[in-house]
């Protein structure tokens, strides 16, 4: 999440992560903009020299793999907030209060990925507060992107026989964008997300730009909620180019421990990133292959709104990014890129939505290869409540359909929301940058975003059967936080249903930020922050079976890393976590969180990969 100096009250009246879902009557139609890329190129392949090209990737798309027919550093500052510890009416009522008696999934692998004590080929990565987890994982490898940092890591099968291993990093997200110019180069922000569409076999990385680029003699317009689409002028003429040889960063010298020094990227000689007062920027990079160091598609759509906190799903007919607008707008841009046009490398477009008075959203995301039915719209969910507004609870879950037309943008349209009726829920510690979370041997508490859905809503079609994945942080009746989580249904008309929810809070302690999965099976796996004295604060995974009863996360809460020290630097406690399906097998599922080790200053990320009893693999 971009994070910028304020004032206490502008915190006060901070509304990134908050939002009101106006109530409607009837499907509304968001302002659309359709959007050509700004700049669009294939990038030579992305590995060094010690990374040696694996032959025969095939650059051909599976069957199945389309539709039928820098440096931001933390200074918002430490908002410390007291707040009563509420639960409403009828919240209990779906409390799981025990462990689950199966015994806790199968840990798979678990290493330590970027953070202290990271290093790499290319060093170590500097650090910056609060971590931004994403992890994807393909048939041979695991790639992660912590805020403007990433890295390549082995997955033991077919082609390396351990995981865990540094093949590259730890380097600067904007390395994939190299030669390409403009923003996109020049800029390294965070917020960066990686994916893997298992549906194309490829990698996707997308990647926002917080400052705004030199002005254009036209600028598109941003639009407004309810107005007509619009199509944006073109950003570069002679798309898409000829390819362009991504800079190869050096791989660095070890010392007599084996251990690389930090890399300090060369800055002389750089041009400056920009600053002017034009339009902001998302890029993506679309690899042309199933191994991420190889040659990639890069794209750049024009952005006339902010682009904070993007999470990028993946389904049939696009890449779906929803945005959030500003810190002072209770607004989201809802966008989504040509995917079918993208994994070619061809010209392509972005359409945007703008929709007002909706909480954080988040599009659903494919897991596994069975496609949703042909044409299907996408899905999109937002909590309700209102942080901006002081309304920290809801009883309802909200749901949008987007349809997108390639062909015609006129027939492009969102409809909702849509209510859901679930239990009733209040934030935990009434959303977020509040001092919330305790620790030992502090009164520095941590943050809960409590205000949000969480990244990833995971989509999954196991037959005719089509289910919803989502959770987010709710109070508990004994005190601490507990993981709501929602397993929806999507009817005939595709309008979701609850078909069960939970919130495991099995004892006082806070369990908070979680991102959930479901295998092949229908298996459901949620990884999510751990903590509250006197423990501090590590990664934990629970999970249910698909035949076992209602509501209950059955297996035995599994242990992912303990913390071994308090976050005393800063109350923002990662913005949020990541969980990625395993393609090989479909059962595996690999998580990512934060935790601190002895004495450390600053976080570490640990990576584990979890798999349910009778979810048989495959290669």
């Given at each position: ?340 046009r993208m994994l070619r490398g061809e010209d392509a477009t972005e359409q945007c939505v703008v929709i007002d008075g909706v909480n954080f959203l988040n599009n659903a995301d494919v ?36 349809h997108v037309d390639w062909r015609d943008s006129s027939k492009t349209h969102v409809e909702g929301p849509r209510k859901i009726a679930v239990a009733p829920y209040h934030y935990l ?191």
């Open positions: 999440m971009i994070v910028r100096s304020r004032t206490l009250l502008s915190l006060a009246l901070l509304a990134v992560a908050v939002g009101v879902v106006q109530r409607r009557r009837g499907p509304a139609a968001g302002s659309l903009t359709v959007r050509h890329a700004a700049a669009h190129d294939t990038s030579s392949p992305l590995r060094d020299a010690a990374v040696p090209s694996r032959a025969g990737d095939a650059m051909r798309l599976p069957a199945f793999a389309l539709a039928p027919g820098d440096d931001d550093d933390d200074a918002r500052g430490d908002t410390i907030t007291t707040i009563a510890h509420t639960v409403p009416a009828g919240s209990a009522a779906v409390e799981q209060t025990t462990q689950g008696t199966r015994p806790a999934p199968l840990l798979v692998s678990r290493f330590d990925g970027l953070g202290v004590g990271f290093t790499g080929p290319q060093g170590a990565a500097p650090l910056r507060n609060p971590s931004d987890n994403s992890l994807a994982v393909g048939p041979d490898h695991i790639v992660q992107i912590v805020n403007t940092r990433m890295a390549v890591f082995t997955k033991k099968g077919a082609r390396y026989d351990s995981t865990g291993v540094v093949l590259y990093g730890a380097v600067e997200t904007r390395n994939v964008f190299k030669g390409f110019g403009g923003p996109c180069e020049l800029r390294n922000n965070g917020d960066a997300v990686v994916r893997y569409d298992q549906l194309a076999r490829r990698w996707l990385i997308v990647m926002p730009i917080f400052s705004r680029v030199p002005k254009r003699a036209v600028e598109p317009e941003p639009g407004r909620d309810g107005e007509p689409a619009r199509r944006s002028m073109r950003g570069q003429p002679g798309q898409p180019g000829a390819p362009r040889v991504l800079e190869q960063p050096r791989v660095l010298p070890r010392d007599s421990q084996g251990i690389a020094p930090a890399f300090v990227p060369r800055t002389s000689g750089q041009p400056r990133a920009p600053t002017d007062s034009g339009s902001y920027a998302m890029c993506y990079a679309v690899s042309t292959s199933p191994d991420p160091l190889g040659a990639y598609y890069r794209y750049e759509f024009v952005r006339p709104l902010f682009p904070d906190y993007p999470r990028p799903a993946v389904w049939p007919d696009g890449y779906y990014v929803p945005s959030s607008t500003g810190d002072e707008v209770i607004q989201k841009h809802a966008c989504v890129a040509d995917r079918a897991d596994g290869t069975q496609l949703p039915p042909p044409g299907a719209p996408n899905i999109m969910i937002a909590a309700g409540g209102t942080q901006l507004k002081k309304v920290m609870e809801d009883d309802a879950l909200y749901a949008w359909t987007f510690c009434d959303g977020q940058l509040t001092n919330c979370v305790p620790q030992p041997g502090t009164d520095r508490g941590l943050d809960a975003q409590g205000d949000k859905l969480m990244a990833r809503v995971v989509y999954r079609r196991i037959g005719t059967q089509e289910s919803v994945v989502a959770v987010h942080s709710v109070n508990s009746t004994s005190g601490g936080g507990g993981v709501r989580w929602y397993e929806l249904r999507v009817g005939p008309k595709r309008t979701l249903s609850l078909y069960q929810q939970g919130t495991f809070a099995p004892d006082s302690f806070f369990r908070w930020m979680g991102s959930p999965a479901m295998d092949a099976k229908g298996n459901i796996g949620i990884g999510y922050s751990f903590g509250g004295t006197p423990h501090f604060v590590g990664q934990r995974f629970a999970g249910r079976l698909a035949g076992d009863p209602l509501g209950t996360l059955s297996l035995h809460e599994a242990v992912l890393v303990e913390g071994e020290s308090a976050q005393t630097n800063t109350l923002r406690w990662e913005d949020y976590t990541q969980t990625a399906m395993d393609p090989s097998d479909d059962c595996t599922i690999w998580y990512v969180g934060d935790y601190l080790r002895t004495g450390a200053a600053s976080y570490s990320t640990r990576i584990g990969g979890y798999r349910f009893p009778g979810c048989a693999t495959r290669r």
